[in-house]
């Protein structure tokens, strides 16, 4: 996707997000709580929070989910449309594309005649809009209907402010930026939330606003 690589240098999602980026957080959504609904409703508030900030100043955003399939060139499943229709998102400026192999997993499926797609389509910034893929991402692993597993794991993307996220599922979601003081009121409003195991990257990367970068 030329936008991608035009604002962040990347021609795919790197995994995982926080790891990759340059300047990034990462959220613990479901935390402590044990399956179940108090858990999924944690998860959805905390991802429904931090996306409505991070993308406050965007009218519309960039959705991309990646899919697999046996043609060399793009066909977009039947499931993921009927997914989208079944949510009622409505999507504009539809692509999609095959990106180059990122590990031996996808040349072993190459090997074997499945492709990874790429399908991006741009959506209103409106939390009706927001909300189907912070669910699917978030009840893909537990005992939640409706599930639409097709949508986990879309990257939402405000690609003119340069920011996006992904939820990974219950557990948790990164977010990144092409400049850390697009993260920082994130940092600071939401920082109970930031996962204690990468806390340290974070609070060196955000706590001093003279620090542009994690090996400074």
Sequence with gaps: MQRLTQVFGWVDF???LFYEAEFALRFEL??????????FLQAMDRARAVASALFAK?????VATSYMGRRLTPAIPAKLRQALGDTEVQIADAQSFRPPPR?????????????????TFDIRNDDSQILPFLWASVANEMPISPRFPVLAGSYIMDLTN????????DRGMDAAAVEPELLRPSYEKFNSWLLDH?????DAMFADPDTNSRDA
Excluded: H, K, Q
């Design 30 to 39: 479901g935390g402590e709580l044990p399956m179940g609904p108090r858990r």
């Design 58 to 62: 965007a009218d519309r955003l960039t």
């Design 14 to 16: 790197p995994r995982p």
């Design 162 to 169: 340069g920011v996006m996220l992904v939820v990974y599922d």
């Design 103 to 119: 590990d031996s997993n996808d040349l072993e499926n190459a090997a074997e005649g499945w492709y990874r797609f790429i399908w």
């Design 198 to 202: 990468d806390r340290p990257l974070m």
